[in-house]
């Protein structure tokens, strides 16, 4: 983009253009020098020549009111006296020589002014020459001030452009190469992003199981179930059924058995696992019990009196998709039934015993 122009005259700003915007001065350095020149001594001239014509016109009125000044006197003393027309020539040649003197002297006076207003015209034109040539001088030291000022400057912005350029070219350098290093780790990065994305969807799901799994524990440990039985047997009779209370109790009919058989109607099914009979402070093992839906059978190792002395507690949680449940205990010709189904005598060997929907006949379980 070409710098502005700087104008000589009164200093506007101007773009690239032969004559200043403001004040039509040339914008060249030689022109305008030039223009300078011709002004002044234009100036100059002009102010002479008027010197010269008012000084003529002066000498001109001058003479002009002398000679209309004789021809009066001359005309009244012709009126006066026509006798000494000879004296009265004498006189007016006398009068005509004065005036010529007169006119002789003011025209020297005249052009003695004139010489001297020519001589001060040349002293005009000589200072207006020397003050030409002092503006020409101011105004070439001027532009050669303001050339080395533009010079500086253009200097300066070359070096600033060139930094700047430098810099630059550094930058583009320094990112492509973190360009070429990144697409390098690009592969990396994007496998990062996938294993990081995986894995916050395996914690998202584990947060989902570990809800899920939170609020199912909160759900089947608010359903844990404790149920107490307190038995009665009674004398005399070889089985103990309370309906009421839901349990029967079958002391051992033979020598060969000491365990007391107690069978104890839940009021769900225990998951499996969970069920847990206590006396006292006392747990019974496992595989003191078993289960046939929400039918309990125990095998009490104690004398069944022993059964009075404190209750049986029965701890588990219940498994609420079985539907399947029994109803009542009751006993028939020496045999237990749960609702319809005959239970086997467990103190005893029992052929007679033919099996039920939970439970296949000994001779059915030992076919092949």
């Not at 022109?31 to 100036?43: A, P, T």
């Not at 002293?123 to 001088?137: M, V």
């Not at 058989?261 to 078993?290: C, E, H, K, N, W």
């Amino acid at each position: 983009m070409p710098s502005p122009k700087q104008c000589y005259q009164c200093g506007h700003e101007n773009p690239e253009q032969t004559f200043c915007g403001s004040c039509g001065s040339p914008l060249a350095l030689n022109d305008y020098i030039s223009r300078k020149v011709k002004d002044q001594l234009s100036d100059a001239i002009q102010n002479r020549d008027v010197l010269e014509m008012d000084s003529s016109i002066k000498v001109f009125k001058q003479a002009w009111g002398w000679i209309k000044l004789i021809i009066g006197v001359a005309a009244g003393l012709l009126v006066i006296t026509g006798a000494g027309v000879f004296w009265t020539a004498s006189d007016f040649r006398s009068g005509v020589d004065a005036a010529k003197k007169s006119v002789t002297d003011t025209a020297k006076q005249s052009s003695d002014d004139i010489a001297h207003v020519s001589s001060q015209s040349k002293q005009d034109i000589s200072n207006a020459l020397d003050a030409g040539k002092k503006a020409i001088n101011l105004a070439s030291s001027d532009a050669v001030q303001q050339s080395q000022v533009l010079r500086k400057t253009m200097v300066q912005t070359q070096a600033d452009v060139s930094r700047q350029t430098a810099s630059l070219h550094n930058d583009i350098e320094g990112s492509r190469q973190e360009l070429q290093a990144a697409s390098k780790f690009g592969p990396e990065i994007e496998a990062l992003r996938k294993q990081l994305a995986q894995a916050s969807s395996d914690i998202q799901a584990q947060q989902k199981t570990l809800s899920s799994s939170q609020e199912f524990v909160k759900s089947v440990f608010s359903s844990h179930v404790t149920q107490y039985f307190t038995f009665k047997l009674n004398a005399g009779t070889a089985h103990t059924v309370d309906s009421a209370s839901r349990y029967a109790v079958v002391p051992p009919t033979t020598g060969a058995s000491k365990n007391t058989v107690v069978l104890m109607l839940l009021d769900a099914t225990p998951i499996v696992g969970t069920l847990q009979l206590q006396q006292r402070i006392y747990v019974q093992p496992p595989g003191s019990f078993l289960n046939i839906h929400n039918l309990v059978i125990f095998f009490w190792g104690d004398p069944a009196s022993s059964l009075e002395s404190q209750p049986l507690s029965v701890s588990y949680f219940p498994d609420k998709s079985d539907t399947d449940t029994i109803h009542s205990l009751s006993e028939h010709d020496g045999r237990m039934f749960a609702d319809d189904q005959p239970l086997p005598k467990f103190n005893e060997a029992d052929p007679d015993f033919k099996g039920n929907k939970w439970i296949k006949a000994a001779s059915e379980t030992a076919k092949p």
